[in-house]
Nanobody, 126 residues
Framework: QVQLVESGGGLVQAGGSLRLSCAAS????????MGWFRQAPGKEREFVAV????????YYTDSVKGRFTISRDNAKNTVYLQMNSLKAEDTAVYYC???????????????????WGQGTQVTVSS
């Protein structure tokens, strides 16, 4: 069973940066595709970014393209989300997720993932 623990959230001014980390344990990290999702108050959880288990392919939701970068360090069993040029609308609880399934499409749905972290709060003040 994979356990995921996010960290790095906090309060930042608009235009600032944060780097989220998600440490994994209990599984073979290099075999998992890792995703980031977020949930703003009163809204459904939405896909943000994914990095495939190969580490060579990433995908982003349109609203964060060019501002966010997902990466992974298999030696540290950690996936990162570098967030630059933050906006008030990026305020949300951010979750990392893992899947060991090999899907014929981009895993961007909640049900694509088997394991979830507890979330970390990101608040962007305008």
């Amino acid at each position: 069973q994979v356990q995921l623990v996010e960290s790095g959230g906090g309060l930042v001014q608009a235009g600032g940066s944060l780097r989220l980390s998600c440490a994994a344990s209990g599984g073979t990290f290099s075999r998992y595709t890792m995703g980031w999702f977020r949930q703003a108050p009163g809204k459904e959880r939405e896909f943000v970014a994914v990095i495939m288990w190969t580490g060579r392919t990433t995908y982003y939701t349109d609203s964060v393209k060019g501002r966010f970068t997902i990466s992974r360090d298999n030696a540290k069993n950690t996936v990162y989300l570098q967030m630059n040029s933050l906006k008030a609308e990026d305020t949300a609880v951010y979750y990392c997720a893992a899947t060991g399934d090999y899907l014929p499409r981009t895993p961007s749905r909640e049900y694509d993932y088997d394991h979830w972290g507890q979330g970390t709060q990101v608040t962007v003040s305008s």
